[in-house]
Nanobody, 124 residues
Framework: QVQLVESGGGFVQYGGSLRRSCAASGGTFRSLAMGWFRQAPGMEREFVVAVSSSGRTYYPDSPKGRFTISRDTVNTVYLQMNSLKPENTAVYYC???????????????????WGQGNQVTVSS
């Protein structure tokens, strides 16, 4: 099966930046999109951003809290987080999907494989 290995995470100062990567390997999964979710303690897993294999970017319904996603191959995606604030503190997960619909990609159930998740903590 596909394995997603995430890099990055850790502690960052208020207003700082962090760049994370996610690389998928193994299996013959037909990926149509990769995305990022975050989950704070006691909260539901929340959609952050995703990008399809054709380059379309997907954001939450709300325009708030947008970070930048990019990918250089179908199996590698990046999350650029700038101007970080304490409210951005969460575990961030990379995910891989065989869907590219705007609705399903906003939901955790729309993804087939998940990375291990890395903690991002923004100090105040």
């Amino acid at each position: 099966q596909v394995q997603l290995v995430e890099s990055g995470g850790g502690f960052v100062q208020y207003g700082g930046s962090l760049r994370r990567s996610c690389a998928a390997s193994g299996g013959t999964f037909r990926s149509l999109a990769m995305g990022w979710f975050r989950q704070a303690p006691g909260m539901e897993r929340e959609f952050v951003v995703a990008v399809s294999s054709s380059g379309r970017t997907y954001y939450p319904d709300s325009p708030k809290g947008r970070f930048t996603i990019s990918r250089d191959t179908v199996n590698t995606v990046y999350l650029q987080m700038n101007s970080l604030k304490p409210e951005n503190t969460a575990v961030y997960y990379c995910a891989d999907s065989n869907n590219d619909g705007v609705v399903v990609l906003r939901l955790p159930a729309g993804y087939n494989y998940w990375g291990q998740g890395n903690q991002v903590t923004v100090s105040s």
